[in-house]
């Protein structure tokens, strides 16, 4: 885990540490500094060098900033090992170079603006890039069709098992129960709504306030109140395509999600669909890992003292 702040001398001098961390073991693996030094001024735009917002995908954490583009740091090293220049190489296409680049978090991509105007669509994971053309119109191309877990929007979601054609960059564990419930009884007849071919619902359980996190052989895995009362007990539960419970664990850690004014469990999260970070704040920040085989909590790190 990277952790970084900045530092001031209550004078002119601003700096950014980080530090990387072993969580489980709180064993500090190397610290430096991930911008160089500012005097107080310059600082008032240091998101214009770096970013606040990071994005692990593709083995890389990516950073996109008004001044430096692209950019993808290892993230055990923090070494920068992707840049506008290394981009250049790998792709003819912005050999005029970026102007702009601004994070797409539902495609799990970057959109580029080079310094001719051309606009293009770059997915790390994939190490892929297209015009925006061409990516507006993936959804009919770039396809891949299969029989998933989707959890209902709405207050009383619920459990439905679709047959979908979707787009090979997005990652969704959500659909419109409307659209669902409009097929289900045309299901394998025609193309209907958002790509769904087939669809129909595996229990009446209602997960009420639900936050999906990933699919894992099959199985669904997503945190849920068991009522919409506020002191409702949060779970964490994985379940199969016949809608039975895999595991089910009560996490207490996150009741705190259940304060939230938001009709979801709110909150962030990263997962490589092995394990998911969980971040809830209690003033300071504290980050929870949990095993998604088995729901079990791995570790809890805060940076904050």
Not at 7 to 27: C, H, M, Q
Not at 64 to 91: H, M, V
Not at 248 to 276: A, G, M, R, Y
Request: glycine share 6%.
């Amino acid at each position: 885990m990277v952790t970084a702040k900045t530092t001031r001398n209550k004078l002119d001098s601003v700096k950014y540490p980080f530090k990387i961390v072993e969580p489980a073991s709180g064993k500090i693996l190397k610290e430096g500094y991930y911008m160089p030094q500012m005097t107080w001024q310059e600082s008032f735009n240091d998101t214009k060098e770096m970013n606040t917002e990071f994005s692990l995908w593709g083995g890389l954490v990516w950073n996109a900033s008004e001044n430096n583009t692209l950019r993808g740091f290892d993230p055990y090293t923090f070494e920068e090992r992707e840049n506008e220049k290394s981009l250049i190489q790998k792709f003819s296409e912005l050999k005029s170079g970026i102007a702009k680049a601004e994070i797409m978090r539902y495609k799990r991509s970057f959109k580029l603006t080079t310094n001719d105007g051309d606009e293009y669509v770059f997915y790390p994971e994939r190490n892929l890039l297209r015009t925006q053309e061409k990516d507006n119109n993936s959804y009919r191309t770039d396809t891949i069709t299969a029989t998933d877990l989707y959890v209902s929007q709405g207050k009383d979601h619920s459990l439905w098992l679709v047959t979908k054609r979707s787009d090979k960059s997005r990652y969704e564990l959500t659909i419109y129960e409307g659209d669902a419930k409009e097929v289900e009884p045309r299901s394998g007849k025609k193309l209907r709504f958002g790509g769904i071919m087939g669809a129909k619902r595996v229990n009446e359980r209602k997960f009420f306030r639900a936050q999906p996190f990933a699919r894992q052989n099959g199985n669904l895995i997503l945190i849920y109140t068991e009522t919409m009362k506020k002191k409702s007990p949060v779970a964490m539960e994985c379940l199969n395509q016949d809608g039975k419970t895999v595991w089910i664990n009560k996490i207490p850690e996150l009741q705190k999600l259940n304060e939230s004014p938001f009709e979801n469990l709110n909150c962030n999260f990263t997962t490589d669909n092995n394990v998911v970070i969980i971040d809830v704040y209690e003033g300071v920040r504290k980050s929870y890992c949990y095993d998604l085989k088995t729901g079990k909590l791995l570790w809890t790190y805060s940076a904050e003292k």
